[in-house]
């Protein structure tokens, strides 16, 4: 995967459309990925993914080839998710004017997997959503992509000791979010319980 | 143990990174501090529901949507620089026809007025040829600049480059303010 990944690298910079397109082809799930997990949204994800690439392939000169290509590309992709953030906030579009979520794409899948699937996937959107952008983009890295404290470090520019108390810190942040959402859904069981046969009675 | 310090050890437990023993300590501690527990089932529910979260794709076809957009972003992309071109051509040429028509304008007045000022004619020729040469040798400069560091730096020139023009035009008109004072007054 490197050589050849290397090969298309340089075949891009040579001026070769073919190439980016195959190197592009190759990354576009991690990209889409982390924009989805980003921006919690398919439309916005595509957009940003597309965005990423139209920008690595603007910038592929500047890329220092000591550099793992995957990391200088996630380091694109996650300054893009982090800009659109910033630019939702200070522009205060809500989430309800965004288009609506949809659900990533899993084929072969059978259909209680599939409720058990969506289920999980909408609560992790729903807590990536309420974490700051910072945290969450570090929870994103650390559990979709694997990498180290310091490959960390290197996408989002930051230092180690940085990536670990953002990541520490996220993930007390989501587990207060997931404690709360407990506590809520079971106050909420009992009560659905006791109001169905008054209201069926009506 | 101290909470802080369970506390601190939890996130390596929940990654399966902190030792035996003191994982051991850690459990002894959880048994029976019910915070420090409530903490550590809540970071495990999120290390259970993240860890095995799976990459999502694009929908079908995503590499030809980005050929697409990179096709269209071509033909409908301004360079820098061209931008600038443009941008410095309507300027030359509205300096060009505006400012000098302005003075030609008084010059066929003072003409009218007194035909022996035809030194003033003398001043505007001067002008243009210094500006002339001005020109000529810093879009010089500025095309050698444009070979060998990019676009910024032929901008940054050709700013300068259109501020001295403006400058020189600007000049020319107050010289025609003057010579109309000092006229009048003659
Ligand atoms: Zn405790």
């Known amino acids: ?202 | 143990m101290k909470c802080e310090i369970v506390q601190e050890q939890m996130m390596d437990g929940v990654t399966g990174t902190l030792g035996a023993r003191r994982m051991a300590e850690s459990y002894a501690h959880l048994r029976q501090c019910t915070s420090c527990r409530e903490r550590w089932e809540a970071l495990q529910r999120v290390e259970s529901l993240l860890g095995h979260a799976q990459l999502c794709a694009p929908a079908p076809g995503f590499s030809v949507r980005l050929q697409k957009r990179l096709a269209h972003r071509r033909s409908t992309r301004w360079s820098p620089l061209a931008i600038f071109f443009i941008a410095f051509s309507t300027l030359l040429v509205t300096g060009l026809v505006f400012l000098p028509s302005n003075g030609i304008f008084q010059w066929v007045w003072y003409q009218a007025q007194d035909p022996r000022s035809l030194a003033w004619l003398q001043d505007v020729l001067d002008q243009l040829v210094i500006t002339g040469r001005v020109m000529t040798h810093l879009a010089g400069t500025v095309m050698f600049m444009l070979f060998r560091h990019g676009w910024w730096l032929p901008i940054l020139g050709y700013g300068l480059l259109a501020g001295l023009i403006i400058a020189a035009w600007m000049g020319l008109y107050s010289l025609t303010k003057v010579r109309r004072a000092v006229m009048h007054r003659a």
Not at chain 1, 32 to 45: H, Q, T
Not at chain 1, 50 to 65: A, K, P, S
Not at chain 1, 88 to 112: F, H, T
């Open chain 1, 1 to 202: 995967m490197i050589d050849r990944e290397r090969v298309w690298v340089e075949e891009a910079l040579a001026g070769n459309e073919e190439s980016f397109i195959q190197l592009a082809d190759a990354y576009a799930s991690p990209v889409y990925n982390l924009a989805y997990r980003m921006l919690g949204n398919a439309a916005e994800a595509e957009d940003a993914a597309q965005e990423t690439f139209i920008r690595v392939y603007t910038r592929l000169h500047t890329y220092d080839r000591s550099r793992k290509f995957s990391s200088w590309l996630l380091s694109i992709a996650s300054h893009h998710c982090i800009d659109r953030l910033r630019r939702r906030r200070d522009n205060a579009v809500s989430l309800d004017e965004l288009p609506p979520w949809n659900e990533p794409a899993c084929e072969g899948e059978a259909p209680v997997q599939k409720v058990i699937r969506r289920e999980r996937e909408e609560t992790i959107r729903r807590l990536l959503d309420q974490l700051p952008p910072h945290y969450r983009l570090v929870m994103v890295l650390r559990y979709w992509y694997d990498l180290s404290y310091e490959e960390m470090a290197e996408v989002t520019g930051s230092t180690v000791s940085a990536i670990k108390s953002r990541l520490h810190r996220a993930r007390l942040h989501m587990a207060e979010l997931l404690t709360e959402e407990r506590k809520r859904s079971d106050q909420w069981r009992p009560v659905m319980g006791k109001a169905q046969p008054v209201a069926m009675g009506r």
